[in-house]
């Protein structure tokens, strides 16, 4: 059974940092991509990050660019979100997810980690 | 920037009926790497449909995607209490995007 379980949100204060992890078991994590997608209170999804199986390739949204750093240790399973100089805009769910293959469709979720943004 | 619009915002019917809802891109989905989730109230997304119409595991045949382009269709053939929920769709590859949604409230 594919399971994914995010740790590490909290309430941090504006132009602080955080450190998201996603534990990941039930499949071979090394042969696929990842991703990190959030959602606002009451909003809808956002896509933030993604790397590949590799961790050669990383992606991210215009506004997270240069704060936050994707990674991910095959050997462990496991994969990060380094957040810095984070925003109030940041406050969201964010949610560890399987790609299905390297395309950035996902097909397993995490149930998600609470990061809250404020002074 | 790929933008989708997903029509309508809020969709009221009763279980047993028929659900449609469109999704927009402003862009042309390419290779139609389009997917449609289903999530409900503290609950993960879930993923029912990818490559436009392809069904994911486990997911019942009463969900069916169509559509190409820049046009796409999630139906629901006969809802069940549980599908009460919000729906979003994606476009993913490059670029990655998603839609607002659409939530399918009881009527």
């Known amino acids: 059974e594919v399971q994914l379980v995010e740790s590490g949100g909290g309430l941090v204060q504006p132009g602080g940092s955080l450190r998201l992890s996603c534990a990941a078991s039930?499949?071979?994590?090394?042969?696929?991509?990842m991703g990190w997608v959030r959602q606002a209170p009451g909003k809808g999804l956002e896509w933030v990050s993604a790397?590949?199986?590799?961790?050669?390739?990383?992606y991210y949204l215009g506004s997270v660019k240069g704060r936050f750093t994707i990674s991910r240790d095959n050997s462990k399973s496991t994969l990060y979100l380094q957040m810095n100089s984070l925003r109030a805009g940041d406050t969201a769910v964010y949610y560890c997810?399987?790609?299905?293959?390297?395309?950035?469709?996902?097909?397993?979720w995490g149930q998600g980690t609470l990061v809250t943004v404020s002074s | 920037e790929s933008v989708l619009t997903q029509s309508p915002g809020t969709l009221s019917l009763s279980p047993g009926e028929r659900a449609t809802l469109s999704c927009r891109a402003s862009?042309?989905?390419?290779?139609?790497?389009l997917a449609w989730y289903q999530q409900k109230p503290g609950q993960a997304p879930r993923l029912l449909i990818y490559?436009?119409?392809s069904r994911a595991t486990g997911i019942p045949d009463r969900f069916s995607g169509s559509g190409s382009g820049t046009d796409f269709t999630l139906t629901i053939s006969r809802l069940e209490p549980e599908d009460f929920a919000v729906y979003y769709c994606?476009?993913?590859?490059?670029?990655?995007?998603f839609g607002p949604g659409t939530k399918v409230d009881i009527k």
């Open positions: 997810a399987k790609d299905v293959g390297r395309s950035g469709c996902y097909d397993y």
């Open positions: 039930g499949f071979t994590f090394s042969s696929y991509a």
């Open positions: 790397i590949s199986d590799s961790g050669g390739s990383t």
């Open positions: 862009q042309t989905v390419s290779s139609r790497y």
């Open positions: 490559g436009a119409s």
């Open positions: 994606q476009q993913y590859g490059s670029p990655l995007a």
